[in-house]
């Protein structure tokens, strides 16, 4: 969906997977800083939004999610997946319950499979489920905004900021009212900083929740009877993970930034190595310079120098191999 935001002044739209958003208002480093500071709003109005009503929802949800919800308390917010038979990751969820109904947002364009498969496992509980993405907006409040937000909305709070779910009606009022804005650009490189894994960029067709490091945070281990429990119970008691997530410092002298899936080498070998993963996000942050997630073997040495395509890149461990 096409934000009515990108017709503001300096409005750049997004490209990819975050079209319909503004890539950035003219100044990147100004829009980083300014959500850094806890102040400013990023429009994430392009993203599903899913919710889950009824007196069996978060029992319902428990059986299919990877996180514990069965007592998820009004207002607690959680993230969760929801597996392959395989235990690959299919779908990354942003939830609350406002004590009547479980909101979540999910990735673009993602909400037809989901409500697909929510209504495919409904059976006889007391569950209704909707596609509210073209009713509500997605806007994004950094940590220690004090914005202010209109009553009976829902929020999502976390560690990182609160997710307003704002009826799309009121995102051009919302959006004037408690600026400046920020770009996804900008939120993009605090959450590479985060270290922060993304359905889609950090996961493919065969990612498990261990090698991103959603072991903890969107994965609840001492739960059971849900799609794909059996392999995230194994690589946890036996180990290895075939890949492992890293965060990349790059050479700062390169000009363009290493795009999605390029390839990730031993800087020993050379750029015609053997190809040991690939990047997977990577963004200009106002401090760090060029950073870049990636995903990597798991038993390439975490010491290892390495290169991303052409450009230098220096490692930090995300996920422990």
């Known amino acids: 969906m096409k934000s009515p935001l990108l017709s503001l002044p300096g409005a750049v739209p997004a490209e990819g997977r975050d079209e319909g958003v503004a890539a950035h208002y003219g100044d990147l480093f100004r829009e980083q800083r300014a959500l850094a500071d806890g102040s400013g709003l990023v429009d994430l109005s392009h993203r599903a939004v899913v919710t889950v009503s009824g007196g069996d929802r978060l029992a319902w949800l428990h059986l299919l999610l990877t996180q514990h919800v069965s007592e998820l308390a009004p207002g607690q917010a959680t993230d969760a997946l929801i597996l392959t038979a395989n235990g690959h990751v299919e779908h990354a969820l942003y939830l609350v319950d406002d004590g009547e109904t479980v909101w979540m947002h999910a990735e673009p364009g993602t909400q037809d499979g989901l409500v697909a498969y929510l209504e495919s496992m409904k059976f006889f509980y007391r569950v209704e489920v909707a596609d509210r993405t073209e009713d509500f907006a997605v806007v994004h409040l950094p940590a220690g905004s004090i914005a202010e937000v209109p009553d009976g909305v829902t929020v999502r709070e976390t560690a990182y900021g609160r997710d307003v779910f704002l009826p799309r009606a009121d995102l051009e009022e919302y959006a004037a009212a408690h600026g400046p804005l920020a770009g996804i650009l900008a939120y993009e490189a605090l959450r590479v900083e985060a270290h922060r894994p993304r359905l889609g960029f950090e996961t493919d067709h065969r990612t498990i929740p261990h090698e991103v490091g959603w072991i ?89 120098e390495l290169l991303a395509g052409d450009t230098a890149a220096a490692q930090e461990v995300v996920v422990e191999p």
């Open 216 to 304: 903890g945070t969107a994965v609840h281990l001492q739960k059971g009877c849900y799609r794909g429990q059996e392999t995230v119970a194994r690589v946890q008691n036996l180990g290895r993970p075939p890949r492992r997530l890293v965060f990349l410092h790059l050479d700062g002298s390169e000009v363009v930034l290493p795009g999605h899936g390029t390839p990730v080498r031993l800087a020993a070998d050379g750029p015609e190595g053997r190809q040991l993963g690939f990047i997977t996000t990577s963004a200009r942050h106002h401090e760090l310079g060029p950073i870049a997630l990636a995903l990597v073997k798991r038993n390439v040495a975490v010491d290892a």
